[in-house]
Each structure stands twice: as structure tokens, then as C-alpha cells.
């Protein structure tokens, strides 16, 4: 009785191969290809020096900088600045380390951390979305107090915040709402991905 | 590494396309998603350390690269939205498969071979990602403990998994093959 069952089973399988290996297949220039892929780790290589020689500016400031010309709050504000970057270009050289090194995981393995890495992503642009109206506020404000503070007459200080508004309008909506997309797709991949699966999600 | 990559290819091209076909319906987004994983293989050929073996090795490398197409497409159309129309053209055999097959096979039964191609795809396009994984992978010829490192699920997991995965397939191909039998009568 076994027998004829795994004889059964065995005919399904063959045939499933069989109709399987039928399937026709692409004809791709492989020099092409590797040509393409030599690009490819090259533009990674130079996003990664960019990555880094974007840190030199705020090094050779707080390097360079006359600390009796300028004001002291802004020598921590630079530093602040050094450390943030110092962080982000970490985390991006760290991002395209998984991506490089991650592709012969197994399978669940590679998911797993993919699902981590776009939830990580869509974090970022979150914090970023918010961060975008924080400084906006923070940019009007901060202009219009300074110019109250110098006296000046209603109209001129009326002028500030208006082109100060305008300054907002132009930079930091765009940034809004291209923070807000990103986190949009981000979250909606990771629970694609997540539900396909079969995997629950933190967003359901 | 160039020449290496090109031996590599014409050995396992073909499989390669096969993985990008378990992922996608649409042949135009099937190229691009093959050409990618030839990339990803072009990377990741140097570390080949002879672990495992290449097979394996290169299929760990496509099958995570169709997951992140997966969740990529999230932002694009549905293409299986338009892989109905699709399909039928893009696993036509070539002319020269055809002209290959013709002594063996007449026009009648190529078109039921094509058929029933086309309603496997689409059924093991409609099975969950880790089905879909290990039963590809068995049509491949690979044994459980390949799947299983493949997978990263075990290979006792494996072995329970594919007799009962290839009867989900083959209920699913049957209600496929009936569905397209009835529109046509409907025609």
C-alpha cells in the first residue's frame, strides 16, 4: 500500500520537474551584466567616501575655529553637529554592510533582517518628519525673538517673520512631506513583506 | 573573474531565471529582477568560500534577492494585475525549443504542455513565500538538507513540508486548468 503511494507520489514529483524545467529562460549579456555590477560597487564605494569627506567640513571647524570671535554656544552646537554625523555616516556604512554581506544568509535569516532594516528606516523618517516641524517653529521663532530683542519696529519685525514663514514654506514642507512618504513606504514594505511571510506585524 | 562569471552563468543561468519566474509574473519586471540577481551574484562570487556547493550557494543569493523585490513591489502596481496577459506570451517556447520539440510532440499537445506550465506558475505563484521556496527548490532537483540551508528552516521541517505542499499545488492546478476551462467554454 505504501509502495503505491510513494510510487504515486514519486510520478506527481517527476512530472512537477519535469513541466517545470520546461520553462524558457532569458537571454541576458553577461558582460553587460558585469560591467553593471562593476558600477554598482563603485557608485557604493564612492556614496561610502562621500559618506565619510561629508564629516571633514564640521572637523576642520571645530579644528579651526577662533573661540574668542565666536559666540560660546556655538562652539557645543558644532559639536553637536560632529557627533550626529559621526552617528549617521556609522549607521549608513552600517547599512550598506548588510546589504553587501547579507545576500547568502538563509532565507529567514535575510528576511528577518531586511524586516529590522526597513521598520529601522521607516523610524528614521518618522523621527525625521517630526523633526522637520520642530525646526521649522524653531526657525521663525527664534528669528522673530531675535529681531524683537534689537528693537526693532513693528513693521521690520513683521517683515522677518514673514520671509522667515516663506523660508518655511519653501525648505522645510518639502522636507515634510518627502519624510512622510518615505516613512509611508517603508512601514507599507516591511508589512508586505512581513505578511507575505506569513509573519504578523507590528503595524497590524 | 569576468570569465568566471560568464562559466558560472551559462551553468546556472537558466536556473537563476527560474527563480526570478517563482516571483514574478510580469516579464518585463522578470528581466529586471533576473539581471539584478545576476548582479548580486557577480558581488557576491568572490566570497564563494566552497562551503556549500555553488548551486546552493547561488540560489541563497536569488532567492533573497526576489524577497527584497517582494517587498519592494509593495509601492509598484499589483503585477499579477496584469500577468493574465502576460503569461500566456512570455513561457511560449522559442521558436527553436519549438522547432526542437515538433518531432516529439505535436502543435495539440505543445499547447496542452504550455497550458499546464502556465497553471503550475501561476499555483505555485499563489502558495506563501516559504512554500513556494522549498517547492521550487524540489523541483530543482535539490535534496532537504540543501533546502533546509537554503531556507534556514530544518530539514526534518523540509521533508514534512513537501508531500504536503505538492498535493496544495496539484489542488491548486486543478482548479486553475477548470477556471481557464470555463472561461474558454464561456468564449
Given at each position: 500500500m505504501n509502495t503505491k503511494s510513494d510510487t504515486r507520489a514519486s510520478e506527481i514529483q517527476d512530472s512537477f520537474e519535469a513541466l517545470w524545467q520546461e520553462q524558457s529562460s532569458f537571454n541576458v549579456d553577461f558582460e553587460n551584466i558585469a560591467k553593471q555590477a562593476r558600477l554598482q560597487r563603485n557608485k557604493q564605494r564612492l556614496y561610502m567616501a562621500v559618506d565619510v569627506l561629508g564629516l571633514v567640513p564640521l572637523v576642520m571647524v571645530m579644528v579651526l575655529i577662533d573661540e574668542n570671535k565666536y559666540a560660546a554656544p556655538i562652539i557645543p552646537f558644532f559639536f553637536i553637529n560632529l557627533i550626529a554625523g559621526i552617528v549617521m555616516v556609522a549607521y549608513f556604512i552600517k547599512l550598506r554592510s548588510i546589504s553587501a554581506f547579507s545576500?547568502?544568509?538563509?532565507?529567514?535569516?535575510?528576511?528577518?533582517?531586511?524586516?529590522?532594516?526597513?521598520?529601522?528606516?521607516?523610524?528614521?523618517?518618522?523621527?525625521?518628519?517630526?523633526?522637520?516641524?520642530?525646526?521649522?517653529?524653531?526657525?521663525?521663532?527664534?528669528?522673530?525673538?531675535?529681531?524683537?530683542?534689537?528693537?526693532?519696529?513693528?513693521?521690520?519685525?513683521l517683515s522677518i517673520f514673514a520671509r522667515s514663514f516663506g523660508l518655511v514654506l519653501v525648505i522645510f514642507v518639502p522636507w515634510y512631506i518627502w519624510s512622510k512618504r518615505r516613512q509611508l513606504r517603508f512601514e507599507n514594505e516591511a508589512s508586505k513583506l512581513a505578511s507575505a511571510l506569513g509573519l504578523t506585524t507590528q503595524h497590524e | 573573474m569576468s570569465e568566471r562569471f560568464n562559466t558560472v552563468m551559462k551553468e546556472y543561468g537558466a536556473l537563476l531565471s527560474r527563480v526570478a519566474t517563482t516571483y514574478e509574473a510580469n516579464e518585463a519586471i522578470r528581466q529586471e529582477l533576473y539581471q539584478e540577481i545576476c548582479m548580486a551574484c557577480w558581488q557576491a562570487l568572490p566570497r564563494f568560500n566552497e562551503d556549500a556547493s555553488l548551486k546552493t550557494y547561488l540560489l541563497k543569493i536569488a532567492h533573497n534577492r526576489c524577497i527584497s523585490h517582494v517587498a519592494k513591489e509593495a509601492n509598484r502596481i499589483?503585477?499579477?494585475?496584469?500577468?493574465?496577459?502576460?503569461?500566456?506570451r512570455s513561457h511560449d517556447p522559442d521558436p527553436a525549443e519549438a522547432s526542437r520539440t515538433a518531432s516529439h510532440l505535436s502543435v495539440e499537445n505543445q499547447i496542452i504542455q504550455?497550458?499546464?506550465?502556465?497553471?503550475?506558475?501561476?499555483?505555485?505563484?499563489?502558495?506563501?513565500?516559504?512554500?513556494?521556496?522549498?517547492?521550487?527548490?524540489?523541483?530543482?532537483?535539490?535534496?532537504?538538507?540543501?533546502?533546509?540551508?537554503i531556507t534556514g528552516l530544518t530539514a526534518n521541517n523540509v521533508g514534512v513540508s513537501i508531500s504536503r505542499i505538492k498535493s496544495e499545488l496539484k489542488n491548486k492546478m486543478t482548479s486553475i486548468e477548470s477556471r481557464v476551462n470555463a472561461r474558454s467554454v464561456k468564449k
Open positions: 545576500s547568502t544568509k538563509a532565507t529567514s535569516d535575510y528576511a528577518e533582517t531586511l524586516i529590522k532594516q526597513l521598520r529601522n528606516n521607516a523610524l528614521i523618517s518618522r523621527i525625521n518628519k517630526h523633526t522637520s516641524w520642530i525646526v521649522a517653529i524653531a526657525v521663525v521663532a527664534f528669528l522673530t525673538i531675535d529681531g524683537a530683542m534689537r528693537d526693532y519696529d513693528y513693521q521690520h519685525l | 499589483k503585477s499579477s494585475d496584469i500577468s493574465d496577459t502576460t503569461e500566456n504550455s497550458q499546464k506550465l502556465s497553471s503550475l506558475l501561476t499555483a505555485v505563484r499563489e502558495l506563501n513565500i516559504t512554500n513556494r521556496q522549498i517547492i521550487t527548490l524540489s523541483m530543482e532537483g535539490c535534496g532537504n538538507k540543501e533546502i533546509a540551508e
